[in-house]
């Protein structure tokens, strides 16, 4: 299973697919955090959810990279196709954990992140846990996104496209205070929302149940599509 991470990893980068997510984060962030600063609860909670379509993204080209017919080698060779997809889920957290390790760090070389500004703002340090916790967080329902949208699951790249544009849009539009059925997509704007008072307990707790019920429910339904096509 190691080998075939570090198959899948070496494909990843040495074709360039890494590069548009990469930028992308770069951009994204650049023009976030160059309009000024914010506190670090506030700003690490909008910038979380603004990775979350960029790790799904990256998530599925790095496991279209894969030709089909090695893909089912690959599955023989693992010994099985439930060891085949827990390297690809393994091989996917590496490209994320990047992305979420620029988007802690780029803030602070833009100098886009400020103390405490009023009595009752979240201290600096709260601020930077709560921020970690919140871009954490959203890593499994993005990586399963991803998983879901990809062409070994779907069948093919438009079907792909519309699975993670249709589910991200989702997202933000049922992310809204006022959205009746806001357990229909992972919680971006809930996430953030809860980030800007820093470590509060109750909306973190609420937050990661409900991140992690929707990863479950996702990874069910990536397994199944992917036993149906195999």
């Not at 590069?19 to 670090?40: H, N, R, T």
């Not at 994320?96 to 803030?107: D, G, H």
């Amino acid at each position: 299973m190691t080998a075939l991470i570090r198959l899948r990893l070496v494909a990843f980068l040495r074709t360039g697919r890494a590069l548009a997510p990469l930028l992308s984060v770069l951009v994204v962030l650049g023009v976030i955090y160059g309009g000024g600063q914010a506190q670090a609860a506030e700003a690490y909670g909008f910038s979380a959810a603004v990775l979350f379509p960029v790790v799904a993204w990256q998530t599925q080209i790095l496991f279209n990279v894969e030709p089909d017919t090695q893909r089912q080698l690959s599955t023989v060779a693992v010994g099985g196709l439930g060891r085949e997809i827990v390297a690809g889920l393994l091989t996917a957290l590496v490209p994320a954990f990047a992305l979420v390790a620029i988007a802690l760090a780029l803030p602070w070389a833009l100098g886009g992140i400020t103390g405490p500004q009023r009595p009752g703002d979240p201290s600096l340090a709260s601020g930077v846990v709560a921020g970690v916790w919140a871009h954490l967080l959203l890593v499994p329902p993005a990586l399963l996104l991803g998983a879901v949208a990809s062409r070994a699951a779907v069948g093919n790249a438009a079907r792909g496209l519309a699975v993670l544009a249709g589910c991200t849009v989702l997202a933000f539009a049922v992310g809204t205070k006022d959205s009746p059925v806001p357990w229909l997509a992972p919680p971006l704007l809930p996430t953030a929302r809860a980030t800007v008072d820093g470590l509060a307990a109750g909306p973190l707790a609420v937050q990661t149940a409900f991140a992690a019920a929707w990863a479950a429910v996702a990874l069910v339904g990536y397994v199944t599509l992917r036993r149906r096509n195999a």
